[in-house]
């Protein structure tokens, strides 16, 4: 008999909203990490296991909800790179930033509501293919690199993503083996692996930048249908990186936006992008319970911390967590654009980039930070080259294919 949803529950579930409030606010940290530090400390917490994976779920949650706020605010560049900027800095740019938020909460609110019941329903689905599917991984991932390069318009632009997809496939065959220890030990090499991809070229490109420009109203543009269909797509693409392993959110929208009728373009791709990002917690859910493989750092955390799969108690937590995150996203990410458009943007990107390298050594220690600075230096292929950042996503392809 599943468990009840008593106060000990409820109040781990709170804790984890606030985990995952702070993880999602500070840049180049990941509800992952807290997740792993949390199982860390079962044996010294009091309560159920399964409360204590309501706290990690919950933390997962409103993660996805919130690091929209910092990705939007912190690393906005010039105008005039605004090209190859990713598509949120462009809305913040125009001084949309304000309806980005919006638009991100929006995908995913609306994802987290599609998700269960599609999961439900295609859960039984992949249990019936996941064999046949597991033998096939490596050709799966690349016929999906092969559909990523494709995307590119130009020729030049898929030789040049063909390029980085090797070299960042190549960084992860050299670091993602490395088991170091820091002061935290908490989530490995991943953590300062991903702030060198994602993190510090951003914050590179803003140095010279003019900071957050004065925001707008916060009236969503886009018509409510697309929205829908975006958020949809975003779901679609949750699902595809909740059971296929290798694939993440981004790499999931940029394969399922192309269905979604009309040119939604940066808006769109916010919405979708977001979606995925919070059905996939909810997929991955299903994947531990279904098929016992944790497609997550939030699921490997619940793994080895031995949460009961009690699906009633944690697909409630995560609901009530992405109703918290909806309203967070909008009461919190105001006020975060309007501050840090005060702020000199300089001392912003540079103090922003010292909480990379402090988390890179926390989590990693020495080796940590060898890993961020040469994570950093293939992170600025893709803006150097004009491809899109998606391609450095094939960093995760050498673990996938030796599991």
Same mark, same amino acid.
């Given at each position: 008999?599943?468990?009840?949803?008593?106060?000990?529950?409820?109040?781990?579930?709170?804790?984890?909203?606030?985990?995952?409030?702070?993880?999602?606010?500070?840049? @180049?940290? !990941?509800?992952?990490?807290?997740?792993?530090?949390?199982?860390?400390?079962?044996?010294?917490?009091?309560? %159920?296991?399964?409360?204590?994976?309501?706290?990690?779920?919950?933390?997962?949650?409103?993660? /996805?909800?919130?690091?929209?706020? %910092?990705?939007?605010?912190?690393?906005?560049?010039?105008?005039?790179?605004?090209?190859? /900027?990713?598509?949120? !800095?462009?809305?913040?740019?125009?001084?949309?930033?304000?309806?980005?938020?919006?638009?991100?909460?929006?995908?995913?609110?609306?994802?987290?509501?599609?998700?269960?019941?599609?999961?439900?329903?295609?859960?039984?689905?992949?249990?019936?293919?996941?064999?046949?599917?597991?033998?096939?991984?490596?050709?799966?991932?690349?016929?999906?690199? +092969?559909?990523? +390069?494709?995307?590119?318009?130009?020729?030049?632009?898929?030789?040049?993503?063909?390029?980085?997809?090797?070299?960042?496939?190549?960084?992860?065959?050299?670091?993602?083996?490395?088991?170091?220890?820091?002061?935290?030990?908490?989530?490995?090499?991943?953590?300062?692996?991903?702030?060198?991809?994602?993190?510090?070229?951003?914050?590179?490109?803003?140095?010279?930048?003019? @900071?957050?420009?004065?925001?707008?109203?916060?009236?969503?543009?886009?018509?409510?249908?697309?929205?829908?269909?975006?958020?949809?797509?975003? /779901?679609?693409?949750?699902?595809?990186?909740?059971?296929?392993?290798?694939?993440?959110?981004?790499? @999931?929208?940029?394969?399922?936006?192309?269905?979604?009728?009309?040119?939604?373009?940066?808006?769109?791709?916010?919405?979708?992008?977001?979606?995925?990002?919070?059905?996939?917690?909810?997929?991955?859910?299903?994947?531990?319970?279904?098929?016992?493989?944790?497609?997550?750092?939030?699921?490997?955390?619940?793994?080895?911390?031995?949460?009961? !799969?009690?699906?009633?108690?944690?697909? @409630?937590?995560?609901?009530?967590?992405?109703?918290?995150?909806?309203?967070?996203?909008?009461? +919190?990410?105001?006020?975060?654009?309007?501050?840090?458009?005060?702020?000199?943007?300089?001392? +912003?990107?540079?103090? /922003?980039?010292?909480?990379?390298?402090?988390?890179?050594?926390?989590?990693?220690?020495?080796?940590?930070?060898?890993?961020?600075?040469?994570?950093?230096?293939?992170?600025?292929?893709? %803006?150097?080259?004009?491809?899109?950042?998606? !391609?450095?996503?094939?960093?995760?392809?050498?673990?996938?294919?030796?599991?």
């Amino acid at each position: 008999m599943p468990p009840a949803v008593g106060p000990t529950t409820l109040c781990y579930a709170v804790a984890g909203v606030g985990l995952g409030t702070c993880s999602g606010l500070t840049p @180049g940290l !990941h509800a992952n990490n807290f997740a792993l530090l949390l199982a860390s400390a079962v044996p010294a917490l009091p309560g %159920p296991s399964v409360a204590l994976g309501a706290a990690m779920l919950a933390a997962g949650v409103v993660h /996805t909800f919130l690091d929209v706020v %910092p990705a939007l605010t912190l690393g906005v560049p010039d105008p005039a790179t605004a090209a190859v /900027t990713l598509p949120g !800095h462009r809305l913040v740019l125009d001084g949309r930033g304000r309806e980005a938020l919006r638009l991100s909460a929006l995908g995913s609110g609306l994802a987290a509501l599609a998700a269960v019941p599609v999961a439900v329903v295609l859960t039984g689905v992949v249990e019936a293919v996941y064999p046949t599917l597991r033998r096939h991984v490596p050709v799966l991932l690349v016929a999906v690199a +092969v559909v990523l +390069v494709a995307t590119e318009p130009t020729w030049r632009r898929r030789v040049v993503a063909v390029g980085t997809l090797l070299v960042a496939a190549g960084l992860g065959w050299l670091v993602l083996d490395l088991d170091p220890s820091g002061p935290v030990a908490a989530g490995g090499v991943l953590a300062p692996l991903f702030a060198g991809l994602f993190g510090a070229p951003v914050l590179v490109e803003a140095l010279d930048g003019e @900071g957050v420009p004065p925001q707008a109203d916060p009236a969503v543009t886009l018509d409510p249908r697309t929205v829908v269909g975006t958020a949809g797509a975003g /779901t679609g693409a949750g699902a595809l990186v909740g059971y296929l392993p290798g694939v993440s959110a981004a790499v @999931g929208t940029v394969l399922v936006l192309p269905a979604v009728p009309g040119r939604s373009g940066a808006r769109g791709f916010l919405v979708a992008s977001s979606g995925a990002s919070t059905a996939n917690t909810v997929f991955a859910l299903f994947a531990l319970v279904a098929l016992g493989t944790p497609r997550t750092g939030v699921m490997v955390a619940m793994d080895r911390a031995g949460v009961p !799969h009690a699906t009633g108690v944690l697909v @409630g937590t995560a609901c009530l967590a992405a109703a918290v995150g909806f309203v967070l996203v909008v009461s +919190v990410g105001d006020a975060y654009l309007r501050t840090v458009g005060r702020l000199d943007y300089t001392r +912003v990107s540079l103090a /922003t980039g010292g909480v990379l390298v402090v988390l890179a050594y926390l989590f990693a220690g020495g080796v940590g930070l060898a890993v961020f600075a040469l994570a950093a230096v293939v992170g600025l292929l893709p %803006p150097v080259l004009g491809v899109r950042r998606v !391609h450095l996503m094939a960093v995760l392809g050498p673990a996938v294919v030796s599991a």
